[in-house]
T-cell receptor, first 112, second 109 residues
């Protein structure tokens, strides 16, 4: 089925470890996004890529890096995980910036 | 920066009752989107509103954009147990979308 695929679905990290969250979409969308969702705080934008070859910071970029590998793939990297990064991470894509988003199923990350 | 507020935070209704959630912004908006997230799931896009005073309907759901483009509402008529979830508005002033904290709806059968 067409959509946004995120891997992994669950991950437990120790403080200081690094990891990369993978995201791929097969809808030929131009724009891709990474959000984190914490209880009672809605979704907060970490980074986005308005089009292939560009990336920009969102509301909460500290501690994260991203790579728009090609039009389909947009990865999120935590270089040195901290307990404050425990959250559910969602990747999303849209045909263009500010069009409706299609979200992936999320990655539940716990940092201990 | 832009702030988006939603009320109420929680709403419990009896099946068949109506439900409304409100979204308010501190700034004039370019457009607004609504999403639904089922428990344990991911947000699903419902609709986008662009014009001042716009009203759109999807079956039992009615979406409205305020005349001043600073607020919006989602109204569900005769709720069903399948309506359970958290409803988020996402608003933009032309830059990126900012999501509200959501309204969690529970429907008692």
């Amino acid at each position: 089925n067409a959509g946004v695929t995120q891997t992994p679905k669950f991950q437990v990290l120790k403080t200081g470890q690094s990891m990369t969250l993978q995201c791929a979409q097969d809808m030929n969308h131009n724009s891709m996004y990474w959000y984190r969702q914490d209880p009672g705080m809605g979704l907060r934008l970490i980074y986005y890529s308005a089009s292939e070859g560009t990336t920009d910071k969102g509301e909460v970029p500290n501690g994260y890096n991203v790579s728009r590998l090609n039009k389909r793939e947009f990865s999120l990297r935590l270089e040195s995980a901290a307990p404050s990064q425990t959250s559910v991470y969602f990747c999303a894509s849209s045909e263009r910036k500010n069009y409706g988003y299609t979200f992936g199923s999320g990655t539940r990350l716990t940092v201990v | 920066g832009q702030q988006v507020m939603q009320i109420p935070q929680y709403q419990h209704v009896q099946e068949g009752e109506d439900f409304t959630t409100y979204c308010n912004s501190s700034t004039t908006l370019s457009n607004i989107q609504w999403y639904k997230q089922r428990p344990g799931g991911h947000p699903v896009f419902l609709i986008q509103l662009v014009k001042s005073g716009e009203v759109k309907k999807q079956k039992r759901l009615t979406f409205q954009f305020g005349e001043a483009k600073k607020n919006s509402s989602l109204h569900i008529t005769a709720t069903q147990t399948t309506d359970v979830g958290t409803y988020f508005c996402a608003a933009t002033d032309g830059q990126n979308f900012v999501f509200g904290p959501g309204t969690r709806l529970s429907v008692l059968p």
